[in-house]
Every structure is written in structure tokens, then in C-alpha cells.
């Protein structure tokens, strides 16, 4: 698997979608990070699980990212140790050209340091012919928000709530239901990645 280096202790990789091993690495990096953000805004009271008794990000929406059709994950890593990774795939089964960052997250101890962006950079630049990003987070995911809009240009496009719902029902493992943002980035105007 070919790594591109951004300098001499980061590093970006393709991650092997038929490796157990890859897929494991990536559920272990991708839950405590996404339960360490609800544990901070709701309190200790959610711990790392959700009601159900799993991690915010359960396995199951973890191994539905990874297998979706043209899918793809990668990983940052920081001197041989990953400390973020992502997913990306074609939104809704469409062609290249509108892709979806399915899950991005940085390891709660490497927050800060540039490694989002980075990994960002690396994803998308394995979409050159991509012409649309559309993501989706959580109401409460302020450093999310943040980052998105802020750092990497990403537009908010709609909220959904209870008056305007997800059509595939409501995310039931956050605190907040269905309170999500829609994000995308449309690649032609934004001059930059």
C-alpha cells in the first residue's frame, strides 16, 4: 500500500477494504473518538455507550460505511501509530463525481494538530474528478461544525429535525436524535481543496 508523507512523522495510506485487520483498526480509532465528543457535550452520564448499550458510532453503521459500493478508508498515522482515518464513497450509489465523506475522525489526543485537514487533503485529492462533497454531523459537534465550515470551506445546506426529518428515519444512537447538518463542498467553485 502506497503512504504519502506530509513530513517526517505524518503519514496518509489507502486502507486494504479486504483486511479484517484494517477494518478492526479503523472501529477501534472511529468509536472512542466519536464517544469521547457526545461524552463532552452530554456529560459522563452517557459514558462511552449510548442507551443501547454500544458506542455512538455502533458497528454495524461502521461496517455499512465500509462496505458500501465504491467505498474507500484511509488512515493518518503519526510516527507508525494511526491516529485518524476516513471514509469515502460515492453518495448514493451515483458516479465519482458526487462523493460522500462518510466518517472522518482524529484521535481525541491528536486534536489541534493538523491531522483533519491533512487527512482531508490526502482523501480528497484520490477524487480529483470529484465535483460535490456531502457530509453529515451532528448538531452539537461544534469543533466539527468548525472545521467543516471554517477550515475546509464546507457549506451548511440543511438541518434536520423533527419538522424536517433525514428521509431514512431518525440516527437513534446520538442524545439528540435526528439533530444533523448537512454539509457539501462544491469542488468547482471552491478553488481549492
Not at 160 to 189: I, R, Y
Amino acid at each position: 500500500m502506497e503512504e504519502y508523507a506530509t513530513d517526517a512523522s505524518l503519514t496518509f495510506r489507502v486502507a486494504d477494504m479486504n483486511s479484517e485487520h484494517d477494518y478492526r483498526t479503523f472501529l477501534d480509532g472511529v468509536q472512542p473518538a466519536f464517544d469521547a465528543a457526545v461524552r463532552d457535550k452530554y456529560g459522563e452520564e452517557f459514558g462511552a455507550h449510548s442507551e443501547h448499550g454500544e458506542s455512538v458510532m455502533p458497528e454495524s453503521d461502521v461496517r455499512e460505511s465500509w462496505g458500501k459500493q465504491g467505498a474507500q478508508a484511509f488512515f493518518a498515522s503519526r510516527n507508525g501509530c494511526v491516529v485518524g482515518g476516513a471514509i469515502a464513497a460515492p453518495e448514493k450509489g451515483d458516479t465519482p463525481e458526487n462523493m460522500e465523506l462518510e466518517i472522518l475522525y482524529v484521535d481525541v489526543k491528536a486534536h489541534g494538530q493538523g491531522i483533519g485537514s491533512g487527512l482531508w487533503e490526502y482523501v480528497s485529492a484520490q477524487y480529483p474528478s470529484a465535483q460535490k462533497w456531502t457530509l453529515y454531523t451532528p448538531y452539537f459537534e461544534v469543533r466539527n461544525i468548525h472545521f467543516y465550515v471554517n477550515k475546509l470551506g464546507f457549506v451548511i445546506t440543511e438541518f434536520f429535525n423533527e419538522k424536517h426529518p433525514m428521509s431514512d428515519g431518525a440516527v437513534e444512537t446520538f442524545p439528540s436524535g435526528e439533530l444533523f447538518f448537512k454539509f457539501e463542498k462544491d469542488m468547482q467553485t471552491a478553488g481549492q481543496r
